[in-house]
């Protein structure tokens, strides 16, 4: 006869998938199904391949971009001749998600790792929706889950069920977020688009990585925080710990200067961090605990249109160089996460 504990082994996975299947559908009809009504003309082309397949070579007429002349061939056979292309309409699209210690915390209704799992979850639903790929690298202390991309609704159902099949890190160490880019590198084969989903509370030492992985791909740091993270309440004496290394320390938040340097020390953090993605050449989204999934994915949606905008304008003859960095955030004053100890050790300096 089974005992309790077996039986709720075998409990938990039928548990899971669900409460996965709930959460799919509640993101379907609260977000998804007002997003169709939103998302239309242009922004239909947004979840679309913008890949080149070469499918024949002519001979070069008047008005041709002379970008496309097959150099080989023309000077092989004496005439210019110009490369013509068929455009690839699937987009294979991957998901990086950090689900490190530091993704648990949350002061309010849900913590950066549920959020993590919704916005995968609509994104990855939209583009399944429209013919398109999705896999995942999962991450907690190290690179352990690879999900193939694939299409349709049970694959991202799969998705789901796995992040939230992963346990919150108890044990204490540092998030090395270069590992997981790293990983990326080697697994990502075609070129697709890439979603970095974390907070990025790491050891450093990942702008170069991130940087080598935007050469390749398409990449949007998709950057989770919480409010709290930026500006502490006057609520008197609070412990903060510190979820990457266990280490804690008591505050006393009634002193206005200690909140003062504590969001001036956050925003220098912030600074820092929005600096090391420019310079890696990638596009930001900034995603609050507090913050409207549908108004986020709007945001989204209106980062890639100003991308695509731009690699166009900058395309034309006579206009070189690349697109800018892009951060789309809910407000100029964009909050900030910062490590609890680093940050409150700065500023009661």
Do not use: C
Request: aromatic fraction near 6%; avoid cysteine; proline fraction near 3%.
């Amino acid at each position: 006869m089974p005992d309790a504990a077996s039986t709720a082994a075998e409990a938990a996975p039928v548990a899971r998938a669900a409460s996965t299947e709930a959460l799919l559908k509640h993101l379907e009809w609260t977000v998804i199904r007002r997003l169709d009504g939103l998302l239309q003309g242009d922004y239909r082309t947004l979840w679309r391949g913008a890949g080149l397949d070469l499918a024949d070579l002519r001979e070069y007429q008047h008005h041709d971009d002379v970008r496309h002349i097959d150099w080989n061939v023309t000077a092989r056979l004496q005439q210019p001749y110009v490369r013509q292309f068929t455009e690839d309409r699937e987009l294979s699209a991957w998901f990086l998600v950090d689900l490190s210690a530091s993704v648990d915390f949350g002061s309010d209704r849900l913590s950066k790792r549920s959020v993590a799992a919704e916005f995968v979850g609509v994104l990855a639903r939209l583009l399944t929706r429209h013919g398109n790929r999705v896999g995942a690298l999962l991450y907690g202390t190290e690179v352990d889950t690879v999900i193939p991309a694939r299409g349709g609704r049970l694959h991202v159902l799969e998705l789901l069920q796995r992040m939230s099949a992963r346990p919150a890190q108890t044990a204490p160490g540092p998030t090395r977020l270069a590992d997981l880019l790293r990983a990326a590198q080697r697994i990502v084969k075609r070129r697709s688009s890439v979603f970095i989903v974390s907070d990025f509370i790491s050891a450093p030492g990942w702008e170069a990585a991130l940087a080598q992985l935007a050469r390749r791909h398409e990449v949007t740091a998709v950057r989770l925080f919480d409010p709290l993270e930026m500006d502490l309440p006057d609520i008197g004496l609070l412990t903060l710990r510190d979820a990457e290394s266990g280490e804690e320390v008591l505050v006393d938040t009634h002193d206005r200067g200690f909140r003062t340097r504590f969001k001036a020390a956050a925003e220098r953090r912030e600074a820092a961090l929005l600096e090391g993605l420019a310079s890696a050449g990638v596009d930001t989204l900034e995603l609050a605990t507090d913050d409207d999934l549908m108004d986020a994915i709007l945001r989204f949606a209106d980062l890639r249109k100003q991308r695509s905008r731009l690699a166009n304008w900058s395309a034309k003859p006579g206009r070189a160089g690349s697109a800018n960095h892009l951060v789309a955030n809910r407000s100029a004053a964009a909050s900030a996460p910062g490590r609890a100890r680093d940050v409150a050790d700065e500023s009661a300096r």
